[in-house]
């Protein structure tokens, strides 16, 4: 073991996933004095506080268990929700996408669960939420507290992002709902000049709609991507793609606002041209991309 042993051991109060033979797992959060029930057998807290990471822990029925900490894919995937949840896959292209960093001002719509909040934080930005249901609202902020602590830059508001936006400045807007082309005419007001706005969707239909609007508006470089998620099956001379694979869940459209110039506009029209120009340039198209 080396010198920071002390950061692998496991205490009271913080989650961990245990995971069976079978490779199952169960995310739960260790309490002094309380057991675990599965029906691979029984496993008590006080046996995982002061574990190290890593451990094998053995249950009622002599069934072994690794423990590790969950990682923030494990935690999305398993959390309590309400809403659908953004998966994992596309919360990291959105990370990329939006070029969110240390410091960044989000406004972030349709908070749900709290997943994509949960990304946008433990990546370093500063979040503000807007939510129309406040029992998403109540459940993302008990997600976000239980993985990023209480003291985290996040705040939630109940309110309709399509009646206006209140904040300045911003440097991103990532939005989560079914008509975003009625959030541009705030997010030009609401954003700093070569901000970012992502917008994910989950059907063409809706996509094609809000590329149409983006192409009337201050926002410019406008791109579409889908992720799509295959893992392989590696064991000896058995190397091949799994069988399945998480393939469409959504598309992911960025643009950013740009200074408004007045020999050129629309900035995502197909044509650039005006009187002199030579040749214009291309309109971005839909990218597939595949890990």
Not at 68 to 81: E, G, I, Q, Y
Request: glycine share 8%.
């Amino acid at each position: 073991m080396g010198s920071d042993d002390g950061r692998s051991i496991l205490v009271e109060g913080e989650r961990v996933l245990l995971v069976d033979a079978k490779e199952r797992q169960y995310l739960i959060t260790l309490r002094a004095g309380t057991s675990f029930h599965t029906h691979m057998g029984i496993i008590a807290h006080d046996h995982l506080i002061g574990a190290f990471e890593g451990s094998t822990v053995v249950g009622s029925t002599g069934r072994r268990f690794l423990v590790v900490r969950p990682t923030l894919a494990d935690v999305v995937l398993k959390m309590p929700r309400g809403a659908q949840v953004i998966y994992p896959k596309d919360l990291a292209a959105i990370m990329v996408l939006a070029d969110i960093a240390p410091g960044v001002s989000v406004l972030e719509a349709g908070v749900g669960s709290g997943a994509l909040s949960m990304a946008l934080l433990r990546a370093g930005a500063d979040v503000v939420g807007y939510e129309l249901r406040e029992d998403f609202a109540d459940r993302a902020r008990t997600n976000v507290e239980a993985l990023v602590g209480e003291q985290a830059p996040y705040r939630v508001e109940i309110r309709d992002i399509y009646e206006g936006i209140d904040e300045r400045g911003l440097d991103r807007i990532v939005l989560d709902l079914p008509e975003p082309w009625r959030v541009l005419p705030h997010a030009e007001v609401a954003m700093r000049p070569g901000g970012i706005l992502c917008s994910y969707l989950p059907t063409i239909n809706q996509t094609s709609q809000l590329r149409n609007a983006l192409a009337h508006t201050p926002f410019g470089m406008a791109a579409t991507v889908e992720v799509l998620y295959r893992t392989w099956h590696v064991e000896t001379r058995s190397v091949r793609p799994d069988h399945r694979m998480v393939g469409h869940t959504g598309f992911l459209t960025t643009a950013r606002l740009l200074v408004p110039d007045p020999d050129r506009s629309p900035y995502n029209a197909k044509k650039y041209e005006t009187a002199g120009d030579a040749e214009s340039p291309s309109e971005p198209g839909l990218v597939s991309t595949e890990f």
